[in-house]
């Protein structure tokens, strides 16, 4: 059974970076799709990043796009979300999550695995 846990959240103000970490254990194999996705309060889940496991092919929700960037190491089993130039807007838990593919998807109900997520607010 595979765990992903999330770091590097926290209270930051307008226009500073974070780098979000997720890392996995247990249950990982060499395809995995790995993508964050956050949750602001009242509003539904939503994409953000994405990226297969050789890298090959990373999506990213238009919001985010030029801003975050998403990246990972396979020796660590650890994926990254860079965000810069971050705004109140981007304030959420952002959560990790996995499954076993080679195609980046959108939809909540694709992935398997699931982290418990961290928070990232951002003041004005």
């Known amino acids: 059974q595979m765990q992903l846990v999330e770091s590097g959240g926290g209270l930051v103000q307008a226009g500073d970076s974070l780098r979000l970490s997720c890392a996995a254990s247990g249950g990982t194999s060499r395809i995995i799709v790995t993508a964050w996705f956050r949750q602001a309060p009242g509003k539904e889940r939503e994409f953000v990043a994405g990226?297969?496991?050789?890298?090959?092919?990373?999506d990213y929700a238009d919001s985010v796009k030029g801003r975050f960037t998403i990246s990972r190491d396979n020796a660590k089993n650890t994926v990254y979300l860079q965000m810069n130039s971050l705004t109140p807007e981007d304030t959420a838990v952002y959560y990790c999550?996995?499954?076993?593919?080679?195609?980046?998807?959108?939809?909540?109900?694709?992935?398997?695995?699931w982290g418990q997520g961290t928070q990232v607010t951002v003041s004005s």
């Open positions: 999550a996995a499954v076993r593919g080679i195609v980046v998807y959108r939809n909540t109900e694709r992935y398997e695995y």
């Open positions: 990226i297969t496991k050789n890298s090959g092919m990373l």
